[in-house]
């Protein structure tokens, strides 16, 4: 038997689970945001309230497998394979990924052990579909300014910088589209570098010092933005300033409901 389609968690097939389990179908449910009205004092109401929703995929498989003890055994490996979420690719997206967790395990029926079964999995902690490969943008100095396009149709795509200081560097701001993060009291040496990105686990800002591992969130300033984002399907502007010589590579992935 030979799957219709093919579904990748973390470099592992779901269709290589077992010899006896057939993938049939890949579902998609894209991303969508969903705006509400706040009602104000006097009638009077607002757009202003908005909720996303994420991408969600529906993995449809059955189990050509008679002996019932066989089959669970099949079933909870399926289960264990999309349990701890991770990294999806689908044969029918090539090029784009998905941070996902799972939001629904099959339902098992002793009565009916061959019918179709099916899992779900949810966009988590971004909701949308991302390029695999980044766009990147180089900046060095102790300004500069740049513009990228960002591919894709949906949401804001979450910019990731690797910066590494030339001289002693204590300031910086790095500044993407309309959000801007400010560091203090840095005390680079030359040749430190600093990593600025989201956890994949949580969706959170993370800065640290490249060598060590250690948090640099101490050093951001109260005024600057959560994460740094660039609305997606148009150029966007990227800026360095540092009081220091430095080089700093900027990455943003397409983003796509």
Not at 84 to 89: E, Q
Not at 179 to 187: D, K, M, N, T, Y
Request: charged share 25%; aromatic share 6%.
């Amino acid at each position: 038997m030979r799957s219709l389609c093919s579904a990748f968690l973390n470099g592992r097939g779901l269709q290589d689970v077992d010899p006896a389990l057939l993938l049939t179908e890949v579902r998609h449910s894209p991303a969508e945001t969903v705006y509400a009205d706040i009602r104000l004092p006097g009638g009077a109401a607002l757009t202003a309230k908005r909720t996303v929703h994420p991408a969600h995929v529906r993995l449809s498989f059955e189990v050509h497998e008679e002996d019932g003890a066989r089959r669970r055994a099949i079933l909870d490996r399926a289960a264990a394979w999309a349990a701890g979420g991770g990294t999806l690719t689908v044969s029918d997206r090539p090029g784009q990924a998905l941070r996902v967790r799972c939001a629904r395990l099959p339902e098992i029926s002793a009565a009916h052990w061959c019918e179709r079964l099916t899992l779900e999995l949810e966009g988590f902690p971004l909701p949308w579909w991302q390029d695999e490969r980044p766009q990147t943008v180089q900046l060095d100095g102790r300004s500069g300014t740049a513009e990228v396009f960002v591919p894709g149709c949906a949401g804001e795509a979450p910019v990731s910088v690797t910066l590494r200081a030339k001289g002693p560097l204590g300031s910086l701001q790095f500044t993407a589209g309309e959000s801007a993060i400010r560091l203090e009291g840095l005390a680079l040496k030359a040749g430190g570098e600093l990593v600025l990105g989201i956890r994949p686990e949580t969706g959170l800002l993370f800065i640290r010092r490249a060598e060590t591992g250690a948090s640099l969130l101490g050093c951001r300033t109260a005024d600057s933005s959560d994460l740094l984002l660039l609305p997606a399907g148009r150029r966007n502007r990227l800026s360095l300033t540092a009081d220091a010589e430095a080089e700093a590579e900027f990455q943003v992935r397409g983003v796509y409901p």
